[in-house]
């Protein structure tokens, strides 16, 4: 039998964790009345005062007390640089999955630069038209304008709106700000990372701690060292993963029996 699990959110994001959810015994029930905006915008008309990982669970606890089930799930996403080629975008999501029975919280994290994410100050309608199109538009939703600016607008899909609102803002001004809506139902990219985030989340209830028997149980640690197969110095590479429980603290350390090529050593190529 299935169990509920409530996932608090206002755009859509259920039908992007329904099937991996299914397979770990939940039937996912969408929970939209209450404004997940009171917790952060991306565009900061409301400025998100917890951490990415604390308003994700914030939304899974909410989830549970406003619903009344055992368990809930809560989305939150970033956007931001590559965190090694830092030109390229980034996106980074957390899902949280709350069980109120146990006050236990399970995080699954998926960083990805399998992403539309950019922004761009614009002074011409053909400069606003390349910008969409690198941008996927009108598949993914466009952004016109900041927040104080009186022709703001969201969710930007229709070609001609496009043009029109363009038009409008730049005889107002000499220029224009333009950026991706990378809220999840404006953006089936960003969705489709979610679904991949559900499916890490999916492996982790199904990963039960040894020592107290709560799922969750899973790699937080990559440990460095992997010898080099030419010179056997220990190089960058992980020789280990660290498996361990947030809830009792338990940890595994599982060797990878791995070896690092020549080209890998700081020794062989420094």
């Known amino acids: 039998m ?5 996932f608090l959110t206002c755009h859509h994001k259920d039908v992007a964790v329904k099937t991996a959810m299914a397979k770990s015994g939940f039937d996912v029930v969408l929970h939209d009345t209450f404004n997940t905006d009171s917790l952060g915008t ?13 308003t994700a669970l914030k939304k899974a606890q909410l989830a549970c007390e406003l619903t009344g089930h055992a368990f809930g799930l809560g989305s939150e996403g ?116 979610i679904a991949q985030t559900a499916e890490k989340l999916q492996a982790l209830l199904g990963s039960h701690c040894p020592q107290c028997q709560l799922p969750g149980f899973g790699l937080t640690q990559l440990i460095a060292g992997a010898l080099c197969k030419t010179c056997h110095t220990p190089t960058r590479l992980p020789k280990a993963e660290q498996w361990s429980c947030a809830n ?6 599982k060797e990878l029996n791995t070896w690092a ?3 890998q050593c700081d020794v062989c190529n420094p």
């Not at 299935?2 to 409530?6: E, S, V």
């Not at 009792?248 to 350390?253: K, L, P, T, V």
């Open 2 to 6: 299935a169990h509920t699990l409530a």
């Open 42 to 54: 991306f565009t900061n008309e409301k400025a998100r005062e917890l951490s990415q990982m604390q």
């Open 78 to 193: 970033a956007f931001g640089p590559h965190p090694q080629v830092h030109l390229l975008p980034w996106n980074y999501e957390v899902l949280a999955f709350w069980d109120a029975a146990h006050q236990h919280a399970i995080y699954a994290v998926h960083g990805t630069a399998d992403t539309n994410f950019a922004s761009q100050r614009i002074t011409s309608l053909e400069e606003a038209e390349e910008f969409a199109k690198q941008s996927r538009f009108p598949g993914h939703a466009l952004i016109v304008g900041s927040p104080s600016d009186s022709y703001f607008q969201k969710g930007v899909q229709d070609p001609d709106a496009f043009q029109e609102l363009v038009k409008s803002a730049l005889a107002l001004n000499s220029s224009l700000w333009l950026e991706t809506d990378m809220r999840a139902h404006m953006n089936p990219t960003r969705m489709n990372v």
């Open 248 to 253: 009792c603290g338990y940890a595994e350390i």
């Open 261 to 263: 090529s020549a080209a």
